[in-house]
């Protein structure tokens, strides 16, 4: 692990730390919106290690100058363009789940959804198989 | 040298801007953080070399999304709950999950490396041959609209489907028009003059973004999310009801659809001329003539869903059933 | 010679610029009220960006780039003052008061038609 190593490889551990960060705020925060910013987040650091991926040294932007030149790779450009906007399109559909479901229950912290569900499940049981 | 303190600073920021999000409890706190940490990422993307995807990143995740999250708490809550439960086993399950990942990365190719295995198979091919094939200067617009077109399609229609399921979950509890004149912000003079004077140049910027993409940064997703932000901008200023009488739901819907109807019909015009589906080069003289019209119509069925599929997403947010009067702002 | 020249003063402009965003950021953090730090935030974004933005025309001299400079220090130049005017407005409304001022009572004027009529 020499220095040289070290410098060509912390860019990936750096977003490595981001994406941890962002998973642990899904899986740890029960509130419904901090989840979606923390999958924001999440997805956010997947596109700087792809994007880390595609960079070349001493290269410059995927876009014709007619001069000869050293270009980054445009093939991870071209897929996280289009994974941004998927995300952004999951993003508006879970927020607009949140509200749907703030709606129904009245609260989007997790735990007190699921209070409500298992209340009402076993108010439901008492009257039998009854459909 | 230089590159690499920049590269590091800006990664630094955003792990202490992910930290913040993790720490607050202020619902409001944590969605402007969002947007801070899409604005440094857009930063750190360009520093990159990637200007077409810090272009929409900036766009998109520093625009759209914050003015999405902002609509959903102004219809939840504001503040996060304590949770109750611990808080041992997802760090546990995190720190591994880590420690994985990074004995993953020890086998990949360092960073900057022109040898990697990425830059061999086919991407030395797109660079090269852009020039000849298709002709424009921006290699990732041609690959995004030409050499890769099937993932470009299926990737509208996953937009366009999104739209829908938003439209779904939403459309039950809009509240209908009024009539009355209720705008948000009447006694916010300045606010309403500078909005008047910026719409024209904002949604010309739109167009010059989605035409322009051929030459530089730009194509039908950045054109798109600017085209619906001076939309919103109208709304959030004037109020919805003067939005929706501008352009109104029905028309948004249609024009939704016929962005990806325009994709898909694109390809089914190649079969009329013998080729395959999505081969522009049936679709002109010669073929980068065809090439560039197709790139130009396809662009532009991608703009007209993406736009739509934005501004009918804030319409459905906005028209929730909370009126909230003037006195409360 | 005048190429010389022209560097130094872009360097200068840019160096000022810079100065007065890490000022501003510096204020950001050290002000004590909302309103206060409210002043340095809009200094970052408003004097600072132009002199930046003013020192890379300089560099790009008579070219596109210069033009697309241009139009954006224009759009900056509309925008920042209005977004601190939108920021201090919401919190006055909203009945925050700055820490050691004394804020008349605000006079309750109808400010819509529905209120007025209603």
Redesign the interface.
Known sequence: MSL??V???????????????????V?????L??K???L??FQ??V??LY???????????????GKPE?????????????A??????????G??????I??AYG???E??IQKMDLAAESEAEPTGHQR | MI??TI??AL??F??AT??S??RRTT?FS??ML?GV??FV?AT??VH??????AF??AA??AG??TV??L???A???RH??P???S?AL??I???L??LA??YG??D???????S?P??TH??PR??TA??TEIGI????TA??ASY?GF??LG?TT??F???I??LL??AG?IREPTG????AM???L??RV?TK??IG?ILLFALYVQFHGD???G?G?QAGVIFAAAFIIYALVFGLEAARRAVPGRAVRWILAAGVLLYGGVGVVSFFFGKNYLDYSALGATATAGQHLGILLVEFGVGMT?SA?MVS?YY??AG?NRPI???E? | MIQVFLDATSWALLATGSFLVIVGSLGLVRMPDFYTRLHPAGLTDTLGIDLILMGLMLQSGFSLVTVKLLLIGA?LF??SP?ST??IA??AF?AGLKPRHAVVPERP?RP?????AGG
Request: aromatic share 8%.
């Open positions: 040289g190593d410098l060509g490889l912390f860019n990936y551990w750096m977003v490595i730390v981001l994406m941890m960060t962002g998973l642990y705020i899986v740890s925060r029960g509130n919106v901090k979606i910013v923390g924001n987040i956010t650091s596109f700087l994007i880390s991926m595609g960079k070349v040294s001493g290269g410059t932007a995927p876009i014709l100058t050293v270009y980054s790779n445009p093939l991870p450009h071209v897929l996280i363009l289009t941004i906007v998927v995300g952004v399109a999951m993003t508006a559909l927020l607009a789940l949140v509200v749907r703030k709606n609260s989007i912290e735990d007190e | 590159d690499t590269n590091f990664l630094l955003l792990a992910a930290f999000i993790l619902l944590v969605v969002s940490f899409s990422s750190l993307l990159l070399d990637a200007v077409d995807v929409t990143e998109v995740g759209i999304s999405l999250m609509s959903t708490l219809l939840t809550a996060e709950a949770s109750s439960r808080r997802p760090l399950v995190v720190f999950t880590g990942l990074i990365t020890l990949m190719p360092r960073f900057g490396d022109p990697a990425v830059h086919v991407a797109y660079i852009t020039a200067p921006n290699i990732v690959v995004l890769r993932d470009t990737e996953v937009i489907t999104a739209g399921g938003v979950l939403l509890t009355l004149r209720i705008t009447d006694h916010h300045v606010l500078v004077v910026l140049p030459y530089g940064p194509g997703f993406v599929v997403t459905a947010f929730q009067g003037d006195e702002w | 759009f509309f925008t209005t005017h939108a407005n919401a409304v309750r400010a819509s038609p529905k209120e």
